[in-house]
């Protein structure tokens, strides 16, 4: 039998692994020290049961739980706790847990329970493994298929007509993590949640195309199944995934073949992009990065410098800031500057080359040319017709 143990506290882990394995030594052990770590054991091995602690820094056991368990029904889940956090034990129960162990935790009663767990699996594989083993090779089977007819790549004689028959109109559901570390617990949530959501609304599956994306495809059973799987989608992945990510939603689609350029161009097309981005404090990136140009609008500024400060890659954070802002990064920062420009050409006497100081331009000339380009006028004419406008104004009143 295959448990693993999840706790923050190195000494639960190693102590709960030394009881199993004298009193079990045939069963085989995994640790984890949070729940990214299980997320990747629960992908890569096959876990008959998990004993997780209630709380731990990032996300609780609970939580840990609810999202693990549509993908895999087949664990048994044992829930660890202290007497204070008995509340969270009862509530697990109610989710589905097997049981519970209160710490500090008995080791004749960890030994019995694994007795009883032990039993339980052995009768289930019997009843379950060859169903299963034929359910899940099928599922990776199709899904590989899938991903590499998807990405274009060649499917040797592979019949797609299968997919074409359960699938006669579709839609494609992008979703994309970014970040330039590991993500492997952002990646098995959203696995988990879209999933989730696909066999709730309608009829479909999720591959991964890589590492930090992930492609879903559903056949809705009701007009506004898309709707609401999208703002659950949403909802979910706001809660659980800390970093940016997108959300991307295709048309309906009839045409399987049309499928590689369907992706193609998702992946091209930032239009209809969802965003969302968690940072301490609840600071959403863009609103942080604008405050930040308006602060320093004055200074040297660059789109790598501004992404940086919220933490984005550049190409990222450019596609994303346009979205929310309708400008782009370049035009807005000119917009910024120009808008100051044109208050001090009114209201001071100032020198071009102070004005042109004050809002970010060490060039006169280049000044010149930019406020040129976006007014249509020079900076000396513009004040001179504002200076007309204002002697105009005081003769009428």
């Not at 969802?274 to 602060?295: K, L, S």
């Not at 004050?358 to 004419?381: A, I, L, S, W």
């Amino acid at each position: 039998m295959n448990i693993l143990i999840v706790d923050d506290e190195k000494v639960i882990r190693e102590g709960v692994k030394r009881t199993i394995r004298k009193a079990f030594p045939g069963h085989t052990v995994h640790l984890a020290a949070c729940p990214d770590e299980a997320a990747n054991i629960l992908r890569n091995g096959n876990i008959n049961v998990v004993l997780t602690d209630i709380l731990m820094p990032g996300m609780t056991g609970l939580e840990f739980m609810q999202l693990s368990q549509n993908r895999y029904h087949h664990i048994k889940w044992v829930i660890i706790s202290a007497y204070s956090e008995f509340a969270y034990a009862k509530e697990a129960m109610k989710l589905g847990a097997r049981d519970y162990l209160l710490k500090p935790i008995g080791k004749d009663m960890l030994v019995s329970m694994i007795t009883e767990l032990g039993e339980e699996v052995e009768r289930e594989a019997e009843l379950e493994q060859e169903a299963q083993m034929l359910r899940r090779n099928l599922k990776y089977l199709r899904e590989g298929v899938f991903q590499r007819w998807a990405m274009g790549l060649d499917i040797g004689n592979m019949d797609i007509a299968p997919f074409v028959e359960r699938h006669p109109s579709f839609q494609l559901i992008l979703v994309k993590i970014e970040s330039e570390d590991a993500v492997h617990l952002e990646h098995f949530i959203v696995e988990n949640v879209l999933t989730e959501l696909i066999e709730r609304f309608g009829e479909g599956f999720v591959t991964s195309l890589n590492g930090k994306s992930l492609l879903g495809l559903i056949t809705v059973t009701s007009e506004d199944g898309m709707k609401k799987l999208s703002d659950e989608l949403r909802m979910h992945l706001k809660k659980y995934v800390k970093m940016p990510f997108q959300i991307q939603l295709s048309e309906e689609i009839r045409d399987f073949n049309s499928i590689p350029k369907v992706i193609r161009q998702m992946g091209r097309d930032p239009g209809t992009l969802e965003f969302d981005y968690y940072a301490p404090g609840g600071n959403r990136a863009i609103e942080v990065a604008v405050q930040y140009i308006r602060a320093n609008y004055n200074a040297e500024l660059t789109l790598e410098k501004v992404a940086s400060v919220v933490f984005l890659n550049p190409a990222y954070f450019s596609q994303v800031f346009k979205q929310k802002t309708g400008s782009g990064f370049k035009e807005y920062v000119i917009g910024l500057r120009i808008d100051r420009a044109v208050h001090l050409l009114e209201h001071t006497q100032l020198k071009l080359a102070d004005i042109a100081e004050k809002v970010g331009y060490q060039d006169v000339k280049h000044f010149t040319q930019v406020f040129r380009k976006r007014m249509n006028v020079t900076p000396t004419e513009y004040r001179q017709q504002a200076a007309a406008e204002t002697g105009i104004s005081r003769i009428c009143t």
